[in-house]
């Protein structure tokens, strides 16, 4: 008698956070995972000889060939109740407007930018430091990817009006001027995540940059590391 073949699925994730989820929850789900993490092994050939069901975006940081979109069913975790918000660093842009919880949603890629039908979406709430935020976020997208593969949930179209975010630049994470101690804390914490860059003053020659926060009333502690603005030439 023939075993029946296990049903093939990929999770693609850049950040060490979309590692570790894989590793302690989602590669042991029903099914055969494999694990994507470097944009040049998303490629056709890899994907063709897996030939997987669902391929699931954790976190990504470049576009998606059109041709993997076209070709199989691929899930992104974006941190808004699309469609508004659609757009590039969800989280940041949804701190600095004031927003205190989202939802994350499950949604099917195509060539536009967040613009695919929902298959779920969850309540997320955004207190703590980005990098705690997206550990959430991980643990959240893990139960949403157990619930459609068991489900096999269809998609539907988004509905309501749409609302881009644009994606924020690392000069932009320089502190601007705020109204208050409260929205200097979360411009800190919406960038103290490994790989982003940090909020940051200038000051004569160096640059002071800001981690790690704790608001006790009208007061912030936090890390602060200091560097010498500018490349420094060699003697």
Not at 46 to 66: A, D, M, N, Q, T
Not at 148 to 176: D, L, V
Request: glycine share 4%; hydrophobic share 35%; net charge positive.
């Amino acid at each position: 008698m023939k075993r029946k073949k296990k049903t093939k699925y990929v999770v693609v994730g850049c950040k060490p956070w979309s590692k570790s989820i894989f590793d302690s929850r989602i590669s042991r789900y029903p099914g055969e995972w494999f694990f994507i993490r470097r944009q040049k092994n998303l490629t056709e050939k890899k994907l063709k000889e897996i030939s997987p069901r669902y391929i699931f975006f954790l976190h990504w940081s470049w576009k998606v060939p059109e041709k993997i979109i076209k070709n199989y069913e691929c899930i992104c975790f974006h941190m808004t109740d699309v469609p508004y918000g659609r757009g590039g660093t969800p989280l940041q842009n949804l701190i600095i407007r004031g927003h205190e919880k989202t939802k994350l949603t499950a949604l099917k890629m195509t060539e536009d930018f967040d613009a695919g039908s929902v298959y779920l979406k969850k309540p997320l709430l955004l207190n703590g430091r980005a990098e705690e935020i997206y550990f959430r976020v991980n643990n959240l997208a893990a139960d949403m990817i157990l619930d459609i593969i068991k489900r096999k949930i269809n998609p539907r179209q988004q509905r309501g009006k749409i609302t881009i975010f644009k994606r924020r630049k690392p000069e932009e994470s320089e502190i601007p001027k705020l109204k208050n101690v409260k929205k200097l804390y979360d411009f800190i914490r919406m960038l103290d995540a490994k790989g982003y860059p940090k909020a940051f003053l200038k000051y004569k020659d160096f640059i002071f940059e800001f981690s790690h926060p704790q608001l006790f009333k009208n007061e912030i502690n936090c890390k602060t590391k200091i560097k010498k603005n500018g490349k420094q030439k060699n003697k």
